[in-house]
């Protein structure tokens, strides 16, 4: 994968956490899988943020891709918690004026994810 890529998925993590620090925050949207994952990870919602907080460019998976529902572009990254693959959907979104930080999906993976710029792992599947 280009350096190039890189630098966009850095670029878009920088400017997602810059939003979700300042004026409103990180939106977690309420969908019932999300809600049910805290439970099987037992953990709380502000363990959920700062997971995304952390996120970095080697958990990166896809995107950006348009948001299916809604104007926007929306990007893919995953993380193992608590010994399971999660899968987490992040989206910079305008509502009006205001600029917001969403996380659209946070859920154990579906299928295995693919981390094109994690050391050693070349893009291969896990």
Not at 36 to 45: D, G, N, V, W, Y
Request: aromatic share 8%.
């Amino acid at each position: 994968m280009d350096q190039g890529k890189r630098e966009k998925v850095a670029k878009f993590l920088k400017e997602f956490k810059k939003i979700a620090t300042a004026g409103r925050g990180l939106d977690l949207i309420p969908r019932a899988e999300n809600i049910a994952c805290l439970a099987e990870l037992r953990i709380t919602k502000k363990n959920q943020k700062e997971e995304i907080m952390n996120l970095t460019v080697d958990d990166y998976c896809e995107g950006p891709e348009p948001d299916k529902d809604r104007p926007g572009e929306v990007w893919l990254f995953g993380k193992r918690i608590s010994g399971k693959e999660v899968y987490i959907k992040l989206k910079i979104a305008q509502v009006g004026k205001e600029t917001i930080a969403k996380c659209l999906s946070f859920h154990p993976a579906k299928h295995p994810l693919c981390f094109p710029f994690k050391p050693g792992e070349g893009g291969d599947k896990k």
